[in-house]
């Protein structure tokens, strides 16, 4: 009843007053007052009602306003964070200099007020949301809080009032009570409802959840009520239930509860499930990760229930699960959740939710309150398996990934916390358990090695859960908490959780296999590598550099040794599991072998850091042997791939290939593998390694002496190509050092200097490939020197040059000269490289460089490298150089190099040179070499004593025994030498690789060897250390070997027979090596004994290989006496060396081979060569497209006046003929609209881009706009017609014509574009509206201009200076404006002529030709017409650098069409004849009295020959007399008009005279009146005009005196003069390039660049001879041009009562035409800020000003500064985008834009658009598209100037080549 009563009241009262009565002691009938009221109000079967929080708000203030309310409480606020939250997409700031941890962030304002200056910082584009972390000092330092987070606020704000609220604390509870009841009714289990309603019901709450997090934001005394409450568990006890007799609340908590239901790991029926028949299904796979989980083996298989896979990922139908219940050591982790209090119940909606974003800002929005944030930061603990698990079925999973990253990334970044909740809750046990959780939903039985009895599992990387990276929020938050020490130190000390995480590991261990195709392609290439190493570097490698990172001190050996001591015994387990014994299966290859590299990287820190005897941590020989061969089959793969043998796979082969050595990922790949088999090969016998070696690359079959033998497991072209590999995996191998003894610094560089090598790189690109500590937590590089101080060492910086072609260079890095001669290393360049060809480029730098700085000129062999010394744990790698195994093949490959056998080739010499070199760079210590006499022992054979290289290199070998197929040349000798009867002894024999199996060599098998001495090079040699190292192992277990791995190299078919044959040798490797320098050289005696006194090795660090054999013949000689000798001996004899026998049809024939191609070679040299200079002839007679700059001046139309016809030449059919009226010829050109001009400004300054609300861009005041409103002014006073001829048009949307000079048939035209319409290739350009390009220079191009038969064959007689008088001249121009048009005879031309002006129509938009009343007037199109004539002539001049004499040297060059463009114009306005009684010329040149019936009442007035824009009325005249026209008639229509412009400019000069002034003028002017020549001085002149215009009452009237105030300078004769020539310099410069184009006269040449008024006037009156009598260029007098044919003062009398007569009609208004000022600024884009930041700040969130939203894509035009939405559907019109339409509007389609959240500009030119690039470069000179990096940008002036100086000359076409179609939608 009370609440009914209590409704009804207004809200206000009823909060005052149940606030008072809450205020008492004995407050109980409030609250059951209050209790009732919310009943009603909070009902929550009333729906979502507004009603509801109205009446919340009026309670909570108690009677006050809420908004009062919220100001109270605020002022209260205590909060010393920022905590700001932000959602996807905010931009917001990281400063690395100020983190404390990686994931700080600022936002804007908290970044703008804080002080970074000089820092290294980045704006970045959240992800996936954040907060703010000003203020928090354990995530930043706190010198970079921002002012108002520095102080520390607490400490002086008052304490909050009891009673503010207290209203607060009663009413908060039941709201939020009554959102969770929304939330339980609101939920259906995904499976019940078909379609889940989650979205309706959150849009419901929409408003409460807002209600929620608008209190937080009234900051720390609202907060710390709203933590009370969600934390008291009391207040839910009461609560959660609902009462009794509510049956509302009792249904949705039973809902509430069978939700929790499913809330564990292991749902409830599975657990009840568990024993029943699990027994039956005891399956493989499932041992296989039982075993592996160490702490469940002993576990038995009842724990796993067959069931189906009910995640929905398309499991392998009735797939087994592991459980893992058994093995964590909490089972609550597995558990159903329980919850005590609101927060924890709404965290447990939220996840059902999925997350809503509005919920997570709430709970986000919290966490500034410490109490809440411990509290909270449980609660997401406590439900982190929950979530996990509602992330994997979620069908959104992206978002949600996002969202949880959102909140964990704020909770988990926090030490403190971190730790807290590691100790308290069990975070790293719940985490690693719901990793494996998560894993085995995507397990399946691995098929490595062998596929029958594999126990072993991995996941599926085809699983959506591996290839949508849904793990991926569960990984970064265990990096994230991993980077913490103390955290990882307790993961590192739980030994059941290592032993747990090496269990997860193996899941990834063997993953992807990859079989070899060996028939045909794979049908379907499967992209699955992308997810297997995604989830290898993420899953694996990341957590590995984490705990890597606190394993660097002594005191933290023993986590090392712990963690080895698990990758062995899992490494075990696992080659116990897929059944490996000694030989991996053939045709498997797996990139990925997490344990090992875990096992590698443990190892290399142990021994670099923490000093560790490596040797401790090693397993037995037989352990290493199995784990070399995994990674050596990696390597060996790597070869095969590049060899083309995986061809079949399919693409994707490769991709895993390059993605395994690719930047991110080779630190934590190949890396490790590499430096694994280099710590085997230390350990394991050097023999046997090498041995192992050649056969894993398959080439043991090519390494014999005879010039033929067979290979069963290789095609003969891949041999060559895997030798190459071999030798070239052995040199990385035995050379690479990076971490057996380098310096992290020493590393740094050496990734830097082969970076820089194979390209000039730039920054960001080199940071980027620089394989950084993958720790993304390090932030830092490693080292002590930074990256920057180490790029200035090894690098020069190129500074971003600009071609003239408009293909924008970034800054450059370049490496120091110094470096290519010290330290460039192909070794590591060739392990670094994801594109073979990158080598290949590096090679090339090198010897450009080599021949630039003049040391070598011919084509360089790989320079020898000297390494840093090996730590002295590894030396054992030392021994892999001084083995005999490897110095036979040397032997072997240099004689077969020598022999010209086939498959051998350079590469392979250079590296069997390196190995040699190698060696006797790294000796081994003596006293090791008898080390192993039992291996030696048994293994003895006679071709080298010892195994010092030094040693072997001059040991001669005399007889080899080799088997060789029948067929060989070597058996056909050896029966030539029966017949003479000479058996040579053998003493020492090698043989292939066949039947010598072990059926020679049973029994007593060392006498067998010493007699046969039959060396079979490889597998039989494997195989005896294989069994003596088991033997010597006691380890000979009668395992079942696979089969003797000899049988498995027979060759397949039936070969021909092998024989035994011996070769006699008699060489040593020392001679071998003379011969080879002998045969390289090309000279018999290339060595002769001098040579080695002289040597000296620093000569010879670069060079070919004649400089490399001469450098290790220089080093052996040095280090051996013996050597010496030998090499004196061998030099000298100096016996021609036996030419190879050229028996074999294959040597012949591989000789032949190379002849040819060095011919072949030359011969395209010559080819080339004569190319070049082709093309170079023809590119200096055509015009060069790209530079707008060459001085080539084609001027086609002036450029010989004095032949009688001119000829063109046809680019299409390369014939030459004049231009008939039946074939006429055209020029090639280009029609634009332009609005370039409309854009002009008076001042030179451009306008500044408005970045603050207060800077504004006032458009009124550009030449296109004063246009405007002076021709509607005209329109609104005078005669339409007359208006129409009285201005131009054209400054907005004007047509340009631009041409590249080359000249057509236009019926060849015709069919070029009929041939380019039937070319279905996709031009850049559109053939339906006429666009091509020019078939010679392939300019852009859309009509062709006809060109007028013959030329002037009177030519000199046009010219000829005339001495008729001044009226005879304007009586002849009169006759000649009186002849009619002819119209031209119907033909070719003239049809030509017709589309061509049809073509400059369609061009522009509608509204830029139809001015007239009368739309489509003739008047209309005659004023369209001579507008475009004077728009192109403006345009040149603009081109020109706005004046004729400062030789705008670009604009002379661009190849003008003017002379053409004039005679179609002209031959189109002959066609209107201009009515003679308003002919304009009569009333210039005659006294007219029939002025008084001038005019009746309807018809307006003609506009006063004062109001005429001058200019349009010289090509008015010009265009409508008939061509040619004679010159003297020229000058005098220039001189007559040139008086009117005079006239004009005193009349506006008279204008901005003071009253007294005028007064005084024109007492002056009345004073000179009679003097002579008084008509030819401007004193009379003025005078004259000030006293007739002082009749008209109102032109002097209007100018109040204010405005004269401004201009308070005095004027004087000087400036008066100054003035005058000013205004008159346009109509001159104009009439002057008229000329120069209608008569070819040259134009005023002057070489000053910055010439003053008086200067350039003088030359062109002078050009224009219109100075009388020229008098001393310094005084010119701007009068002393004036020519009158009729007395001066009556034609200014005339002229000025023209004006006279309005003012007393209704049009006097018109009088402010007579203020005109024809100087106009040339163009300019805005004026932009240096610093990027500026511009995105003001309006990245900026809204829009048509649709009011803030627009996704905001751009800028650069040209009027308007801000439009890109691609917004929102500003669409007509289904127009706005940026379309703007460049419409603005440019008359042509549109330059700045988008400003990519910092790139646009161009939009008609129907097509183009990235131009970016005019911001950071301070490494580089472009920041979509500011992916966010490091600050400064304003690069040059390249600003270059597209302001593209688009003032139009050549946006030609310069940017990637233009695609917008079809409007930007």
């Not at 079925?393 to 807290?420: C, G, P, W, Y």
């Not at 805005?1726 to 003001?1738: E, V």
């Not at 009027?1760 to 127009?1776: E, M, R, Y």
Request: glycine letters at 6%; aromatic letters at 8%; hydrophobic letters at 35%.
């Amino acid at each position: 009843m009370m609440a009914a009563s209590l409704l009804r009241r207004d809200k206000k009262s009823t909060a005052a007053h149940l606030k008072a009565d809450l205020k008492r002691t004995d407050n109980s009938s409030g609250l059951r007052q209050l209790q009732e009221l919310l009943d009603s109000v909070l009902n929550p079967e009333r729906g979502s009602d507004p009603e509801a929080l109205e009446w919340c708000k009026w309670l909570l203030a108690g009677g006050d306003g809420f908004d009062e309310f919220c100001r109270t409480v605020r002022s209260y606020d205590n909060a010393t964070l920022c905590g700001l939250v932000w959602t996807a997409n905010f931009v917001a700031y990281r400063c690395r200099t100020c983190g404390i941890s990686p994931c700080m962030s600022l936002c804007a304002e908290c970044f703008n007020n804080g002080d970074h200056t000089g820092h290294d910082f980045n704006m970045f584009r959240s992800q996936a949301g954040g907060a703010c972390d000003c203020g928090d000092g354990n995530v930043m330092r706190e010198s970079g809080f921002c002012s108002r987070h520095r102080l520390k606020t607490g400490e002086n704000v008052p304490s909050v009032p009891r009673d503010l609220l207290l209203m607060s604390e009663m009413v908060l509870p039941r709201f939020i009570i009554t959102i969770i009841q929304y939330l339980r009714d609101g939920y259906t289990e995904p499976e019940s409802a078909a379609d889940r309603d989650l979205q309706k019901v959150l849009q419901q709450l929409e408003p409460h959840i807002s209600f929620l997090e608008e209190l937080t934001k009234m900051g720390g005394a609202m907060r710390t009520v709203l933590t009370k409450i969600l934390t008291n568990q009391q207040t839910f006890k009461e609560l959660s239930m609902g009462q009794e007799e509510n049956v509302y609340a009792k249904r949705n908590y039973e809902k509430y509860l069978s939700a929790l239901k499913s809330s564990g790991l292991v749902s409830v029926e599975e657990k009840g499930a568990g024993g029943a028949g699990a027994g039956a299904t005891d399956t493989p796979a499932g041992a296989g990760a039982l075993s592996l989980l160490g702490a469940t083996a002993a576990a038995s298989l009842e724990d796993s229930s067959k069931e189906e896979d009910q995640d929905g990922l398309q499991g392998v139908g009735q797939r087994k699960r592991v459980k893992l219940s058994s093995s964590t050591k909490d089972p609550s982790i597995m558990d159903t959740l329980k919850h005590k209090c609101f927060l924890e119940e709404l965290l447990f909606w939220t996840i059902k939710y999925e997350f809503p974003q509005k919920m997570v800002t709430f709970l986000l929005n919290m966490l500034p309150d410490q109490d809440y944030k411990i509290t909270f930061t449980k609660t997401f603990v406590q439900h982190y398996a929950f979530i996990m698990k509602t992330l994997m079925k979620s069908h959104e999973s992206d978002t949600m990934s996002n969202r949880i990253v959102h909140i964990s990334v704020q909770l988990f970044s926090n030490e403190e916390l971190a730790r807290h909740v590691t100790e308290e809750c069990q975070l790293l046990d719940i985490m690693v358990t719901v990793l494996l959780y998560m894993m085995e939903s995507c397990l399946i039985k691995s098929e490595l090695q062998d596929e029958e009895n594999n126990r072993h599992v991995v996941v599926n990387c085809g699983e959506a859960l591996l290839k949508n990276n849904t793990y991926w929020p569960l990984v970064s938050d265990f990096i994230n908490i991993l980077s913490h020490q103390s955290v990882a130190k307790r993961f590192l000390e739980d030994h059941s959780l290592l032993l747990l995480w090496m269990s997860f590991v193996s899941f990834f261990q063997g993953m992807n296999l990859n079989k070899r195709e060996l028939n045909e392609h794979v049908e379907f290439e499967s992209q699955t590598y992308y997810a297997a190493f995604a989830a290898e570097l993420e899953a694996c490698a990341q957590p590995m550099w984490g705990l890597l990172t606190h394993c660097k001190v002594k005191e933290t050996q023993e986590y090392t040794k712990t963690v080895v001591r698990y990758c062995l015994e899992t490494l075990q387990m696992w080659f116990d599991a897929i059944g490996f014994v000694d030989e991996p299966a053939l045709n498997q290859l797996t990139f990925h072998l997490p344990l090992h590299r875990y096992y590698a990287m443990f190892l290399s820190k142990g021994v670099k850091c923490q000093g560790l005897d490596l040797d401790s941590l090693l397993p037995d020989q037989e352990m290493l042997m199995k784990i070399m061969v995994h990674p050596l089959q990696i390597q060996a793969s790597l070869s095969e791939i590049h060899s083309n043998m995986w061809v079949r796979n399919g693409l994707q082969i490769k991709g895993q290939a390059m993605t395994y050595v690719q930047s991110h990922f080779c630190n934590s790949m190949i890396d490790p593998d590499i430096y694994l088999l280099q710590v085997c090969a230390s350990r394991l016998d050097p023999d046997y390694f090498i041995s192992s070696v050649f056969e894993r690359f398959k080439v043991v079959d090519l390494l014999t002496m005879a010039s033929q033998h067979q290979n069963a497991v290789l095609d003969s072209e891949q041999e060559r190509p895997m030798l190459e590999g071999a030798l070239t995996f052995l040199v990385i191998l035995s050379s690479l050092r990076i971490h057996l003894g380098m310096s992290d610094d020493e590393i740094l560089r050496a990734e830097m200097v082969s970076q820089l090598c194979m390209n000039d790189r730039t920054h960001s690109s080199l940071l980027d490939l620089i394989p950084e500590n993958p720790n993304p937590k390090s932030g830092v590089v490693p080292g002590s020197c930074s990256f920057e101080e180490m790029l200035s060492a090894v690098a020069d910086f190129k500074a971003p040059v600009f071609e003239p072609g408009g293909s924008m260079q970034q800054g450059m890095y370049t490496p120091k000269a110094e470096v290519w001669e010290k330290e460039f290393d192909p070794i590591m360049v060739i392990l670094r490289t994801v594109y073979r060809r990158d080598v290949q480029s590096a090679m090339d730098r090198y010897a450009a460089f080599l021949k630039q700085s003049g040391v070598h000129t011919g084509n360089p062999w790989p320079p020898y490298k000297e390494r840093t010394p090996l730590h002295p744990c590894y030396k054992g790698l030392v021994r892999l150089l001084h083995c005999k195994t490897l110095h036979i093949v040397i032997f072997t490959l240099l004689y077969k190099i020598w022999m010209d056998h086939q498959n051998m080739s350079e590469h392979v010499l250079c590296m069997v040179l390196y190995l040699i070199e190698l060696g006797l760079d790294n000796q081994v210590q003596d006293d090791k070499v008898e080390e192993e006499p039992c291996i030696e022992e048994h293994c003895h054979d006679s071709w080298f004593p010892g195994t010092s290289l030094l040693s072997n290199l001059h040991h001669v070998i005399n007889f080899v025994r080799v088997r060789v197929p029948e067929t060989a040349p070597e058996v056909e000798r050896k029966r030539e030498r029966e017949r003479e009867r000479e058996t040579p002894p053998s003493t020492s024999s090698e043989s292939a690789t066949f039947g010598q199996s072990s059926r020679r060599l049973t029994g007593n098998w060392r006498e067998n060897l010493r007699e046969a001495q039959v060396f079979s090079l490889v597998a039989e040699r494997r195989r005896k250390f294989q069994e003596i190292i088991n033997r010597s192992n006691h380890e000979a277990s009668q395992a079942v070997r696979p089969k003797s791995s000899s049988s498995r190299w027979l060759p397949p078919g039936s070969p021909p027979q092998l024989v035994t044959e011996i070769l006699e040798i008699r060489e040593s490797m020392l001679s071998l090596l003379v011969k080879l320098h002998q045969k390289l050289s090309a000279k018999q005696n290339s060595l002769s004994l001098s040579w080695l006194a002289e040597v000296d090795p620093a000569h010879h660090a670069h060079g070919d290989g004649l400089t490399a054999i001469e450098r290790i013949l220089a080093k052996a000689s040095a280090r051996s006496r013996h050597s010496k000798r030998c090499l004196q001996e061998i030099c000298g004899k100096v016996c021609p060396p036996i030419p190879p026998k050229k028996n074999s049809p294959g040597d012949k024939k591989s000789m032949d081979k190379e002849e040819r191609r060095q011919r072949a070679r030359e011969r395209q040299q010559k080819l080339l060569a004569e190319f070049a200079s082709r093309q170079k002839s023809f590119m200096e007679t055509a015009m060069d497209v790209e530079s707008p700059e060459t001085d080539a001046v084609m001027d086609v139309g002036s450029a010989e006046p004095l032949d009688s016809e001119v000829l063109y030449d046809c680019v299409i059919c390369g014939q030459s003929g004049p231009s008939t009226e039946d074939r006429p010829t055209g020029l090639v050109v280009l029609l634009q609209a332009s609005s370039v001009l409309g854009h002009r400004c008076r001042s030179d300054t451009p306008k500044r881009l408005p970045t603050t609300d207060e800077e504004h861009i006032y458009p009124e005041d550009t030449c296109g706009a004063t246009n405007d409103v002076r021709l509607s002014l005209m329109q609104r006073y005078f005669k339409d017609s007359s208006c129409l001829q009285s201005v131009s048009v054209g400054w907005d949307g004007g047509v340009y014509v631009q041409t590249c000079g080359h000249t057509l048939h236009i019926d060849c035209h015709k069919s070029y574009m009929e041939s380019l319409r039937n070319d279905q290739v996709l031009q850049g350009f559109s053939v339906d509206k006429g666009e091509f390009t020019c078939p010679l220079c392939r300019q852009f191009a859309n009509s062709v201009l006809p060109c007028r038969p013959g030329r002037g064959i009177e030519t000199p007689a046009w010219h000829a200076p005339s001495n008729k008088s001044m009226s005879t001249l304007v009586k002849e121009v009169e006759d000649l404006q009186e002849q009619l048009g002819i119209f031209p005879a119907e033909s070719n031309l003239s049809k030509e002529m017709e589309s061509v002006i049809k073509d400059i129509k369609n061009t522009t938009q509608k509204k830029y030709m139809d001015y007239g009343k009368n739309p489509g007037s003739p008047d209309n199109d005659f004023l369209f017409m001579y507008s475009v004539a004077r728009t192109n002539l403006e345009l040149e001049l603009v081109h020109r650098g706005g004046n004729l004499c400062s030789g705008g040297a670009s604009a002379a060059a661009k190849r003008s069409c003017l002379n053409q463009l004039f005679h179609v114009l002209a031959m189109h306005m002959r066609l209107y004849s201009i009515d003679s009684a308003y002919n304009p010329w009569t009333r210039l040149t005659q006294s007219t009295h029939s002025r008084e019936t001038e005019f009746c009442d309807d018809e307006r007035p003609e506009v006063p020959m004062l109001f005429r824009d001058v200019p349009s009325l010289l090509i008015i005249f010009i265009l409508t007399m008939p061509q040619p026209l004679r010159k003297e008639h020229f000058t005098c229509v220039v001189k007559v008009l040139y008086s009117l412009q005079y006239t004009q400019a005193l009349a506006a000069l008279s204008i901005r005279f003071s009253r007294e002034e005028r007064l005084a003028w024109s007492n002056t002017g009345a004073a000179k009146k009679n003097m002579p020549n008084s008509d030819k001085s401007w004193e009379s002149l003025l005078g004259h005009v000030i006293s007739e215009l002082t009749k008209a009452k109102d032109v002097y009237d209007t100018n109040s005196e204010e405005a004269l105030m401004l201009s308070s300078s005095v004027w004087s004769p000087q400036s008066i003069e100054f003035t005058l020539q000013q205004f008159c310099l346009p109509f001159l410069r104009l009439s002057c390039l008229l000329q120069h184009h209608l008569y070819g006269d040259s134009l005023p040449g002057c070489q000053v660049h910055c010439m003053d008024v008086e200067e350039e006037f003088s030359l062109l009156t002078g050009c224009l001879s219109l100075a009388g009598s020229v008098q001393s260029s310094g005084s010119m007098s701007s009068a002393a041009g004036l020519e009158w044919n009729l007395n001066a003062f009556d034609l200014i009398n005339q002229w000025c009562s023209e004006v006279i007569d309005l003012s007393s009609s209704p049009s006097q208004q018109s009088v402010s035409l007579l203020v005109q000022d024809p100087q106009w600024a040339a163009p300019r884009l805005l004026h932009l800020p240096d610093n990027y930041n500026t511009i995105f700040q003001y309006y990245h969130r900026k809204s829009c000003t048509s649709c009011g939203k803030t627009p996704k894509d905001p751009a800028l035009c650069l040209v009027c500064g308007a801000f439009v939405c890109l691609k917004g559907h929102c500003c669409k019109q007509q289904g127009v985008c706005e940026c379309v339409l703007h460049s419409q509007h603005c440019g008359a389609a042509t549109g330059i834009f700045l988008l400003v959240n990519a910092s790139v500009i646009i161009i939009i030119r008609g129907h097509r658009f183009c990235l131009w690039g970016s005019v911001y470069l950071d301070a490494h000179g580089e472009e920041d598209r979509d500011l992916r990096r966010g490091k600050p940008l400064y304003l690069c002036e040059e390249r600003y100037r270059v597209l302001e100086q593209q688009w003032v000359s139009h050549t946006f076409d030609h310069i940017n080549k990637r233009w695609g179609p917008h079809y409007n939608g930007l």
